[in-house]
């Protein structure tokens, strides 16, 4: 299985939200990025006359963060990566992931409970077959036990 670290399994968590309640992953990321998190700055000024170059954009330090975290879930198969280089929609890892994560750490505490289990059957396995090998052994000392507790309180 697929480890994500906090801010990816967060971001995740956001996008799987979003699609379950019938939005476009693709949308969500676009306003998210280039909506939210990047703000038009004005176009410069050379002497009183507007010069008219490319738009120029002022990105909140968000930005970098969340752009990093798409390429990492990505690179990681939980996103598709679009023709044009832009974020697509979840694959179906990335739709599934909580739900495989889920079901993983039921195995893992399935299989520590059968573990458990079976250390008990043979630590009780152990114990009756020492108790048949030295069953002389243990006949003797409960007859001492016996002996000692009809001392200690005779009469009874």
Not at 14 to 29: K, M
Not at 66 to 89: P, T
């Amino acid at each position: 299985m697929i480890e994500l670290n906090q801010e990816e399994e967060l971001f995740l968590e956001r996008l799987v939200d979003v699609y379950q309640n019938g939005g476009t992953v693709e949308e969500f990321i676009e306003h998210r990025l280039n909506g939210e998190l990047r703000h038009p700055v004005e176009n410069p000024t050379e002497g009183g006359y507007v010069v008219l170059v490319s738009p120029c954009y002022d990105y909140d330090p968000q930005y970098d963060v969340e752009r990093s975290i798409c390429d990492s879930l990505v690179d990681k198969g939980m996103l598709v990566r679009r023709e044009d280089g832009w974020y697509g929609n979840l694959t179906h890892g990335g739709r599934n992931y909580f739900k495989e994560k889920e079901r993983h750490a039921r195995e893992v505490e399935e299989e520590r409970a059968y573990s458990r289990r079976q250390a008990a059957k043979a630590l009780a396995a152990s114990a009756a077959l020492s108790v048949f090998l030295n069953l002389d052994k243990v006949a003797r000392m409960l007859s001492q036990l016996a002996a000692w507790l009809s001392s200690v309180a005779p009469g009874t």
